[in-house]
């Protein structure tokens, strides 16, 4: 059994991790781990990034072809899709929200960990619907781009 499926906090153990070089130009991070039928990422992707072994696998990114375009980040039914770019001492990581209120562009918000715990704080650069979900890319200091999964308002 792994560690996640005990406590329900993934790692970055669990998932897919890209390089430096990806980073900078900003990609999306699948931490998508349940064998499940799901596919909506795969469908989304105007490059054909994601892709999977059969309906039941955990989704998979290609890097190299992978534009941190955000699509497939509100459609992923599971939350589990970011785009992390870092830039020198910055880094924006892009994520689904589903709660109220949803911030304004310019907010400061607290940037929490994948246990809800506050790492410190945010700024909201842009907001955009994607179905129901608002996908909202914030900035937060480059040593939490790897940890900072949702925010609170």
């Known amino acids: 059994m792994?560690?996640?499926?005990?406590?329900?906090?993934?790692?970055?153990?669990?998932?897919?991790?890209?390089?430096?070089?990806?980073?900078?130009?900003?990609?999306a991070i699948l931490e998508c781990v349940q064998q499940i039928p799901c596919n909506p990422c795969v469908?989304?992707?105007?490059?054909?990034?994601?892709?999977?072994?059969?309906?039941?696998?955990?989704?998979?990114?290609?890097?190299?072809?992978?534009?941190?375009?955000?699509?497939?980040v509100g459609i992923c039914p599971g939350l589990a899709i970011f785009v992390v770019k870092v830039k020198e001492n910055t880094a924006w990581v892009t994520l689904p929200y589903e709660f109220i209120p949803v911030p304004q562009v310019g907010a400061i918000v607290k940037a929490l960990d994948r246990t809800g715990a506050t790492r410190g704080n945010?700024?909201?650069?842009?907001?955009?619907?994607?179905?129901?979900?608002?996908?909202?890319?914030?900035?937060?200091?480059?040593?939490?781009a790897m940890d900072i999964r949702n925010i609170k308002v």
């Open 122 to 144: 945010a700024l909201v650069k842009k907001l955009v619907k994607q179905g129901k979900t608002m996908v909202i890319t914030i900035e937060i200091p480059s040593d939490l």
């Open 43 to 72: 469908d989304s992707c105007p490059v054909h990034a994601i892709s999977m072994k059969d309906i039941n696998a955990p989704p998979v990114n290609d890097f190299e072809k992978c534009i941190g375009c955000t699509k497939c």
């Open 2 to 27: 792994r560690n996640y499926e005990k406590t329900g906090i993934l790692s970055i153990k669990d998932f897919q991790v890209p390089s430096e070089k990806h980073l900078e130009k900003g990609v």
